[in-house]
């Protein structure tokens, strides 16, 4: 069985940091691309970055280009997301997901308070 389980939400003030953990097993993490997407409430859910299988490659949605960090480590089964000068509207709900699958986490809150 294949289970995504996140960590490392919290409140923080704006300006602040937080570094989101996602646990990956029943999978052969290393061989899978994967993306950390966010739901504010009332709003779609979104991509906020994506990595490559080795972590050489990644993408990013234009609103946390230069705050955001994604990275990976494969002997870890786990993917990061190294958050920094948060905003309020960061807001949201952080997921993570084994791209182009139906396999998501629970999610974990994060909120950036003014």
């Not at 953990?21 to 691309?33: D, E, N, Q, Y």
């Not at 709003?43 to 050489?56: C, T, Y």
């Not at 958050?83 to 629970?106: F, H, I």
Request: net charge positive; hydrophobic share 35%.
């Amino acid at each position: 069985q294949v289970h995504l389980v996140e960590s490392g939400g919290g409140l923080v003030q704006a300006g602040g940091s937080l570094r989101l953990s996602c646990v990956a097993s029943g999978i052969t993490f290393r061989l899978v691309r994967m993306g950390w997407y966010r739901q504010a409430a009332g709003k779609q859910r979104e991509l906020v970055a994506n990595i490559s299988r080795a972590g050489d490659s990644t993408n990013y949605a234009d609103s946390v280009k230069g705050r955001f960090t994604i990275s990976r480590d494969n002997a870890k089964n786990t993917v990061y997301l190294q958050m920094n000068s948060l905003k309020p509207e960061d807001t949201a709900v952080y997921y993570c997901r084994w791209e182009r699958t139906d396999y998501w986490g629970q999610g974990t809150q994060v909120t950036v308070s003014s």
